[in-house]
């Protein structure tokens, strides 16, 4: 497939998406044919288009398209003597660009429509990339390039395919159909492997590196083991072998933080692990089972495709809590799919973009929380929900203010200066060793309070002196006090998820608005939905149910926390908070109307026990699937320290 990047006018941005969209959602990680993109420098190819400009074959190429029109309406409505063709290269802060125009020399009507004399009319534009840029237009669509040909400067072809990571940020490709694809569940496994056979050491298989969790080996058999038990409960067949495993990786533990002697029933650790030779062979067997249900997807019932949903989701949420833990290890391994960022240009970046964090209103509404999943449903297309995401219901939300985005890392250390407390978050770390580094430390507190501290991520400790303007991850308690200190509070469920709908509210608003505006000719306006009338989305329809992720730091488009001071001046949305979780001061409560899932009836209801809240978005290793759908719940002990959530402020209105 050939893609030119002749389009309308958008900012390079969000045009990035757009473009690539057709192309990411066609392709496919297993797919054996690349598709082939043409791209085109800015500086050389502009050039190119000025010289063929003087020699009028673009002038020509254009005017002919009057005449083509004419063919096609069957009379002369364009009479090509009144028109002229203007072409100009145009670099802003939208990017390159070569744009057309015709424009009539003298005044004209055009089926009705009467154009003024030189009102320029818009037929073309030609977005322009370097290196750089195309780059970034790869990763926002989740392709990669396999090869390219080039010619000099002036443009070239370029093979791309479907990237296993990271996972697409946009609703059509993320959730374009309620049972994941099989293409989805090979970038899951992608992600899976990696982390599992690339950054645990063997030597810490058998370690804890968070005493509240199994050792590490118990979650290379837990998720294998879980997925089969769920296909052969839904499908009524036998399980793979060894069967044996479910005694021993069917579930895993969560006990209470304060007194671990209390937990929710689990499977029994044996007192040896079996080989991991033995684990591995066993998963491939899982994995080839479920490939042979898909061999004939069409004709599955929906039962059975929600067996392998729970599967695919359950897999994407133990991704998460595996990593979290791999942090509180010495000895982890760096990602091989991403090389370390320079953490230092970074931090020198993030300070000299800061803005303040500005209060804004967040009107009274009324918020549809939830979603509507019947058990016994037969529509393939429905998405499906874990239980405490339904039912649907109305819940009304007080008006109040918010904070553009949530406390950072240099915040929480202020806290903690001035509090005079010395124990650090469990993403924090004390070093010693840590080697010193040239670069300003840009804070205001004393170099000797934060030297000796470090960030945890997977390519090691970072010092906090370059990820002052990260979320701080911590636990509900930890933020909370420091909220307070802050002069706020920590938003409930609801005050969240109506920061969320307002969020959405304003950018449907300001597309609306922008498209509206746009600087087209007048005699485009006209067509401008001339007698069409938008159809509303369903409800919990995926346009309905999940949200557009792009520019969020979800889905490992980094496999750590980004700055976000410089996003104070505008109001965080959903999974919008820098990589992190967002912490809410609800308590995990059982609602009206909620029911336990037969598939999995105790995997909210164990958890009502008041020691819980809700957390609400997604982390920088949360798939789309999970973090862009707005009913998904997510909960931790409110003393819980190893959770990768941060929290936002907000007030009641003053």
């Known amino acids: 497939m050939v893609h030119h990047h002749t389009h309308k006018q958008l900012p390079h941005q969000a045009t990035s998406t757009a473009e690539t969209r057709p192309i990411s959602f066609r392709a496919s990680p297993s797919s054996s044919i690349p598709f082939v993109t043409a791209c085109s420098s800015a500086s050389t190819r502009a050039a190119s288009r000025q010289r063929s400009n003087e020699d009028g074959i673009t002038h020509e190429f254009i005017l002919n398209g009057l005449s083509h029109a004419n063919n096609l309406l069957g009379e002369a409505v364009f009479n090509l003597d009144e028109w002229r063709v203007i072409g100009e290269y145009v670099f802003d802060r939208d990017g390159g660009r070569h744009q057309a125009f015709l424009a009539p020399v003298r005044e004209t009507e055009v089926l009705g429509v009467v154009i003024k004399p030189h009102e320029r009319v818009q037929i073309e534009q030609s977005l322009k990339y370097d290196e750089k840029s195309r780059l970034g237009l790869w990763k926002q669509a989740g392709l990669r390039e396999e090869a390219s040909w080039l010619r000099g400067d002036e443009y070239g072809l370029h093979l791309l395919r479907r990237a296993s990571l990271p996972f697409p940020r946009i609703p059509g490709l993320y959730s374009g159909t309620a049972l994941p694809t099989l293409p989805e569940w090979e970038s899951l496994w992608k992600a899976w492997d990696a982390v599992t056979c690339d950054m645990l050491p063997p030597q810490q298989l058998s370690k804890r590196p968070i005493d509240l969790r199994n050792p590490c ?19 009524a067949t036998p399980g793979t072998e060894p069967r044996s495993f479910a005694a021993i990786f069917e579930r895993g533990i969560d006990p209470d933080v304060d007194d671990p002697r209390r937990c929710h029933a689990h499977s029994a650790a044996p007192d040896c692990w079996p080989a991991v030779d033995e ?62 960022p320079d953490f230092e240009l970074i931090a020198d970046e993030a300070a000299r973009a800061r803005v303040p964090n500005l209060w804004f209103d967040v009107p009274a509404q009324t918020i549809v929380v939830g979603m509507d999943d019947p058990e016994d449903g037969t529509d393939p297309s429905r998405p499906f929900g874990w239980d405490n ?76 002196g370059h990820a002052l303007d990260w979320p701080v991850s911590a636990s509900y308690d930890e933020l909370a006090r420091c909220a307070s200190w802050m002069g706020g509070r920590i938003p409930s469920a609801d005050e969240a998820r109506s920061i969320y709908a307002y969020v959405e509210a304003q950018k449907k608003e300001a597309s609306t608005q922008s498209r509206l505006a746009k600087k087209v000719p007048a005699v485009n306006g006209h067509l401008v939905n001339d007698g069409v009338t938008e159809t509303p989305p369903v409800k919990d329809s995926p346009s309905q149910l999940y949200v ?69 978005g997604g982390s920088w290793a949360t798939h789309p699937r999970i973090a862009g759908r707005k009913s998904f719940v997510n909960w931790y002990q409110r003393n819980y320290p190893y959770v990768w959530a941060g929290a936002r402020l907000v007030r009641d209105v003053q």
């Open 548 to 616: 557009d992720l792009s520019g969020t730091n979800v889905g490992f488009h980094h496999w750590h926390p980004v700055p976000v001071t410089a996003r104070g001046g505008s109001l965080a949305g959903q999974a919008d908070m820098g990589g992190v979780w967002e912490w809410t001061s609800s308590v995990l409560r059982r609602h009206p109307g909620f029911e336990p899932m037969p598939l999995y009836p105790a995997y909210t209801a164990d958890f009502f026990d008041e020691k819980h809240n809700i957390v609400l």
């Open 217 to 235: 080996v118990f979650y290379l058999g837990h998720i294998p083991t879980f997925l089969d038990l769920q296909l052969s409960r839904a499908t």
């Open 279 to 340: 684990i591995m062979a066993y998963k491939n067997r899982v994995r080839h089972r479920l490939c042979r249900l898909y061999a004939d997807v069409g004709t599955l019932p929906r039962a059975v495709a929600r067996a392998v949903w729970v599967g695919f989701e359950h897999e994407l949420l133990h991704l998460e809590t595996l990593l979290y833990m791999l942090l509180q290890a010495d000895d982890t391994l760096p990602p091989p799919l991403a090389p370390r």
């Open 389 to 464: 995401e339904k039912p649907s219901r109305s819940v009304s939300v007080h008006a109040f203010q918010a904070q553009g985005r949530p406390i950072t890392n240099g915040e929480y250390a202020q806290f903690l200066y001035s509090s005079g407390i010395d124990k650090v978050p469990a993403s924090w770390s004390y070093v010693t060793n840590l080697p010193t580094t040239a670069g300003a430390i840009h804070s205001t507190l004393p170099g000797s309070f934060l030297r000796g501290k470090a960030i945890r991520t997977v390519y090691g400790l970072v010092p906090l």
